[in-house]
């Protein structure tokens, strides 16, 4: 579900070839999304294949290969308008740190310590990334998508990281 909801998604905005979506999705998502570029093209096969896009041209540059430029279809944008509102649907709550946490307690305090030390340096790091984004998005008006997603990780980087100044303190008292 995420790479299709990625993949239209971007194609939403307009039409583009796989190593563009490929392109966009290194710029705006990197650090957010696991997603394996091998696994665009398999992505885009099957969209094409329920009829979701549709490959709307080629262009070729000099001598490279030609590619196919991609263009999604009413069926796609449907598909699309689905899969949010699945997730907006989803009651679930999950956070990457989830599972960790049901096993923090068999680690050594020094070993705590450095996961949670680590961590924060990790996040800190990352919040600033965040920020520095959100100032420039800001700048340039551009894309509000991008600015609800980056205040969106802006928050939940804040709270990560002050729960992990609680972790440690709980921890430490024990």
């Given at each position: 579900?995420?790479?299709?909801?990625?993949?239209?998604?971007?194609?939403?905005?307009?039409?583009?070839?796989?190593?563009?979506?490929?392109?966009?999705?290194?710029?705006?998502?990197?650090?957010?999304?696991?997603?394996?570029?091998?696994?665009i093209?398999?992505?885009?096969?099957?969209?094409?294949?329920?009829?979701?896009?549709?490959?709307?041209?080629?262009?070729r540059?000099?001598?490279?290969?030609?590619?196919?430029?991609?263009?999604?279809?009413?069926?796609?944008?449907?598909?699309f308008?689905?899969?949010?509102?699945?997730?907006f649907?989803?009651?679930?709550?999950?956070?990457?740190?989830?599972?960790?946490?049901?096993?923090?307690?068999?680690?050594?305090?020094?070993?705590?310590?450095?996961?949670?030390?680590?961590?924060?340096?990790?996040i800190?790091n990352?919040?600033?990334?965040?920020?520095?984004?959100?100032?420039?998005?800001?700048?340039?008006?551009?894309?509000?998508?991008?600015?609800?997603?980056?205040?969106?990780?802006?928050h939940?980087?804040?709270?990560?990281?002050?729960?992990l100044?609680?972790l440690?303190?709980?921890?430490?008292s024990?």
């Open positions: 579900m995420k790479i299709e909801l990625t993949i239209l998604g971007l194609l939403m905005e307009g039409n583009l070839y796989g190593y563009e979506i490929k392109k966009k999705i290194i710029e705006r998502l990197k650090d957010y999304v696991d997603i394996k570029f091998g696994s093209y398999y992505a885009l096969k099957k969209a094409v294949e329920n009829e979701w896009v549709k490959q709307a041209g080629t262009e540059e000099g001598g490279n290969p030609e590619r196919y430029i991609y263009e999604i279809l009413p069926a796609g944008k449907k598909h308008r689905k899969l949010l509102r699945q997730y649907d989803h009651n679930l709550l999950h956070f990457e740190t989830d599972i960790i946490l049901m096993f923090i307690d068999m680690l050594e305090d020094e070993q705590k310590e450095k996961f949670v030390a680590d961590r924060k340096a990790f800190e990352k919040l600033n990334e965040i920020k520095t984004k959100i100032s420039r998005q800001s700048e340039n008006n551009r894309e509000t998508s991008q600015i609800f997603l980056y205040t969106y990780l802006k939940h980087l804040e709270a990560e990281r002050d729960w100044d609680f440690m303190n709980t921890t430490r024990h």
